[in-house]
């Protein structure tokens, strides 16, 4: 048998040619595989995130997009003073390398004030209506004092001088007023209890004093 004929066998065999395509085909896949892992990871391929602080996010998203990065809005903060919009933290920070493709997140500040449930604080003491609602991010906290027999107690809470429901919402940080009772002054109580009534002379007091009095001579 010649050599062309043994190798022509050797082909032929259907076992062997099978070997030989499995062998074929995992070599093709393992390449195929290095090449998608460099594509993806570009691998070697990092570029500097720049400062966004101050942007608004669509000029951020220009600035970023020349360097194959995107902003992606994660979170927003109401600030009365703040830009409506502007960015105001970034994750990674400026200065660090990143990978081309990768999200940059950034935070915001909201362009409408985050809404938020005032609880009930009827019959709350001054001193804990004041504590919670400042926990809450109430700073700016006035007192309007009523009559009423006890004193430091809430009766109400106003905002823009309309009394709020139990949990009406209203937004972040605005103005409140605590309608709060204040005692009577005992002195002025006993004050007005003695006080002659208006157009009633003094001796006509005095004089029904005397009908109930004691006559001296009589003993």
Wanted: glycine letters at 8%; proline letters at 5%.
């Amino acid at each position: 048998m010649s050599k062309k004929q043994t190798l022509k066998s050797f082909f032929g065999d259907s076992i062997i040619r099978n070997l030989i395509m499995i062998a074929v085909s995992g070599l093709i896949i393992v390449l195929l595989t290095l090449l998608f892992l460099s594509l993806y990871t570009r691998h070697g391929e990092q570029v500097v995130i720049p400062s966004l602080e101050g942007l608004q996010p669509d000029e951020a998203n220009l600035l970023l997009q020349a360097k194959g990065l995107h902003a992606e809005i994660v979170d927003s903060v109401y600030f009365r003073d703040g830009v409506p919009g502007a960015i105001i933290d970034q994750t990674p920070k400026a200065g660090n390398k990143v990978k081309q493709g990768r999200s940059i997140y950034i935070t915001i500040y909201s362009r409408t004030p985050q809404m938020v449930a005032v609880p009930e604080l009827v019959d709350y003491s001054t001193r804990q209506a004041t504590a919670l609602l400042t926990s809450m991010g109430f700073n700016q906290i006035a007192m309007e004092e009523v009559p009423s027999e006890y004193a430091g107690l809430v009766i109400a809470v106003k905002y823009r001088g309309k009394v709020l429901a139990a949990d009406e919402k209203i937004p972040a940080g605005s103005p409140l007023t605590l309608v709060v009772t204040r005692g009577f002054e005992r002195d002025s109580l006993l004050d007005d209890r003695y006080e002659f009534p208006s157009g009633q002379p003094e001796r006509e007091h005095n004089d029904r004093v005397a009908e109930g009095a004691i006559d001296d001579p009589f003993f």
